[in-house]
């Protein structure tokens, strides 16, 4: 997974595909960005970690996140 330190409001994340793939879900030291890899639309063990944003503590507002 990726470390993403230093994030700001005014960064962003580029992903692949569409905002319902992701999940957000604090973790030790930020939070975490999950692909909902079962698609239902809700975190459990199955999701699987692809970042980290260190520092950040609520949710990351929809709008820094850029899909592809």
């Not at 595909?17 to 879900?25: F, I, K, P, S």
């Not at 199955?46 to 503590?57: K, N, P, Q, S, Y």
Request: aromatic residues 12%.
């Amino acid at each position: 997974y990726a470390r993403i330190r230093a994030f700001g409001s005014d960064d962003g994340i580029q992903l692949d595909g569409v905002l319902a793939d992701y999940l957000q879900r604090p973790v030790s030291g930020g939070m975490g960005l999950y692909f909902d890899t079962n698609h239902n639309a809700a975190w459990d063990s199955r999701d699987e970690l692809i970042a980290i944003v260190e520092g950040v503590t609520a949710p990351i507002d929809n709008s820094q996140f850029l899909f592809v």
